[in-house]
Structure formats: C-alpha cells, structure tokens
C-alpha cells in the first residue's frame, strides 16, 4: 500500500510540474513582446550602473601642494607656513608657542611676518588672503 501511494504521489507532482510548465509556456509565448522589454530595460540599467561607478566616477583629488610659487614670490619660511596652518587652526599665540616649542615673543615676530608679507592688518585677513592665493586650504 505504502508503494502505491508513494507512487500516486510522483504520478501527481509530475503531472502537477507539466501543468505548471505548459502554462509558463503559453505565457511566455503570450507576453513574449513585454519578456524582451523587460530584458532590454534591464540591460540598460545595468549598462547606466555600470558607467555611473565606472566611467563617470569623480576624479581622485589632487594632493594639496601649497601653491610653491606663491610661497615663493612672498618669501615665506617654513616655520611662518607653520604659524599660518596654527593661524588657521584658531590657535592663540600662547598655544602656537606652546604647540611649536618656541617663545611667545617668537610668534609674534612670526605672525607679524606675515600680516606684512600677506598685506593683512588682522590675523582673520591673513588667513583669507592665505586661501585666496592657494597657500592653505
């Protein structure tokens, strides 16, 4: 009995699995017009995908190099370029001093450096001056 019912059972599921596959082939071949849309619409968005993260990606940035020219033609030394990023950090002279291991009388020589070499009269338009000529970012 247990063999006969095992195989009404396979005899059912196989039927079931025939019935099951002529109805997807009658509609495919009923939709076949909406099948290749569909498959080119998704060629398309993998083909958009693809060039987005490939083709359109942004550049990697450029390292940032100070503008040396300006440096240059404003005759600024590297220990002032230190005391114009401390500038630009919001730091006071005490804590530039402290941070640089240099005196207090020291950086401000060198801050009066350069609110003379950038043509500022406060620490503020030396920094925007700085930006403005590419020496800081």
Same mark, same amino acid.
């Given at each position: 009995?247990? #063999?006969?019912?095992?195989? !009404?059972?396979?005899?059912?599921?196989?039927?079931?699995?025939?019935?099951?596959?002529?109805?997807?082939?009658? &509609?495919?071949?009923?939709?076949?017009?909406?099948? !290749?849309?569909?498959?080119?619409?998704?060629?398309? &968005?993998?083909?958009?995908?693809?060039?987005?993260?490939?083709?359109?990606?942004?550049?990697?940035?450029?390292?940032?190099?100070?503008?040396?020219?300006?440096?240059?033609?404003?005759?600024?030394?590297?220990? *002032?370029? *230190?005391?114009?990023? *401390?500038?630009?950090?919001? /730091?006071?002279?005490?804590?530039?001093?402290? #941070?640089?291991?240099?005196?207090?009388?020291?950086?401000?020589?060198?801050?009066?450096?350069?609110?003379? #070499?950038? /043509?500022?009269?406060?620490?503020?338009?030396?920094?925007?001056?700085?930006? *403005?000529?590419?020496?800081? #970012?």
């Amino acid at each position: 009995m247990g #063999k006969r019912v095992l195989l !009404y059972g396979a005899l059912l599921a196989a039927g079931t699995l025939l019935l099951q596959w002529l109805d997807y082939q009658r &509609l495919v071949r009923s939709h076949i017009g909406d099948l !290749y849309i569909f498959l080119i619409a998704g060629g398309f &968005l993998a083909l958009g995908v693809w060039l987005g993260v490939r083709g359109i990606a942004r550049p990697a940035p450029r390292a940032f190099d100070g503008n040396p020219q300006a440096v240059a033609a404003l005759g600024l030394s590297p220990r *002032e370029l *230190e005391v114009l990023d *401390e500038l630009l950090a919001g /730091r006071s002279n005490q804590e530039i001093a402290d #941070k640089l291991g240099v005196s207090l009388n020291t950086v401000k020589t060198h801050v009066a450096r350069l609110l003379e #070499k950038l /043509r500022a009269k406060r620490r503020g338009d030396a920094v925007a001056r700085a930006r *403005e000529l590419g020496i800081v #970012k």
